[in-house]
């Protein structure tokens, strides 16, 4: 299958800084990509759908000022968590699809704590 | 988008076939069943997906209701490795979001 990967795997930062997290196709172009987060033993929730060359849309109720998403070419998108909080440590999770209808990839994951 | 209903666990033993049901009984005309698959501390896993014709690939089979107000993921022996929550998900063909319920918690015991 295709191949999402993300970067960092796992990142510690400290309140009120900022911190991103890439997320890359590496073996197609991906039209969109999406951003989850999760909590310990809970489900995955949709953050922002992101397309290549546009801003991203934001789920109700996520603030599109603390969660920067950026989607810059096919093969790349960026989520920014800017002045982290403690109440932001999570799983950001990542996936990304060549076009509507097409099956959907998703990264590793990555862990964010912030201390 | 249409909703699904799961069992929130179960349990399988190795080398025995898995089957993981959910409902979608409010899924439209164009809307496709997909499952994914999460082990801990990992990305969703891709599993299969399916319109209303049965599908089976290398992973697993996927059996629609006639009706298609439900389906079955059908694991055909189960391993430790298959331990995971599997995510039964509708989503429309002209719709890229995935909305993820609560899944099923499967538990594969030697």
């Known amino acids: 299958g295709a191949v999402v990967s993300q970067h960092p795997s796992w990142v510690i930062c400290k309140s009120g800084t900022s911190v991103k997290i890439e997320c890359r196709s590496l073996?197609?172009?991906?039209?969109?990509m999406f951003w989850y987060r999760q909590f310990p033993k809970q489900s995955l929730m949709l953050m922002a759908t992101?397309?290549?060359?546009?801003?991203?849309?934001?789920e109700q109720g996520v603030e599109k000022d603390k969660f920067l998403i950026n989607h810059a070419s096919l093969t790349l998108s960026t989520l920014t968590v800017t002045s982290a909080h403690p109440e932001d440590s999570s799983f950001y999770i990542c996936?990304?699809?060549?076009?509507?209808?097409?099956?959907?990839?998703f990264g590793e994951g990555s862990w964010l704590t912030v201390v | 988008d249409a909703k699904t209903t799961q069992p929130p666990s179960m349990d399988c033993a190795e080398g025995r076939a898995a089957n993981l049901p959910c409902n979608h009984s409010?899924?439209?005309?164009?809307?496709?069943v997909y499952w994914y698959r999460q082990i801990h501390s990992q990305g969703p896993q891709y599993i299969i997906h399916?319109?209303?014709n049965n599908e089976t690939n290398e992973m697993a089979s996927l059996i629609i209701t006639e009706d298609r107000k439900s389906s079955t993921l059908i694991l055909p022996h189960a391993t430790l490795r298959d331990t995971a929550v599997y995510y039964c998900?509708?989503?429309?063909?002209?719709?890229?979001?995935?909305?993820f319920g609560t899944g099923t918690r499967l538990q594969v015991f030697p």
């Open positions: 996936s990304a699809t060549t076009g509507v209808g097409n099956t959907i990839y």
């Open positions: 073996d197609f172009q991906a039209t969109t």
């Open positions: 992101s397309n290549e060359g546009s801003k991203a849309t934001y």
């Open positions: 409010t899924i439209s005309g164009n809307e496709y």
């Open positions: 399916g319109l209303k």
């Open positions: 998900i509708v989503r429309g063909y002209n719709t890229d979001k995935l909305i």
